[in-house]
């Protein structure tokens, strides 16, 4: 099942997944229902929209 990924971050980042919290945060301060979830197959954070939210 495909997905739309709004925005992505790499895994190797020092601060690991801090830079994709933040930045669902910044959806989620515009009302975007937004998850972070790692893939693995080209080892990236990406923000994706929540469940139950538009895809």
Known sequence: MA???LAST???HPRG???????????????IPVTVVMDQDSDRYL??????GQR
């Open 3 to 5: 997905r739309t990924v």
């Open 10 to 12: 790499e895994a190797g």
């Open 17 to 31: 997944s801090w830079p994709a919290e933040e930045q669902a945060q910044q959806f989620r301060d515009q009302g």
């Open 47 to 52: 923000i994706v929209p929540a469940e139950g």
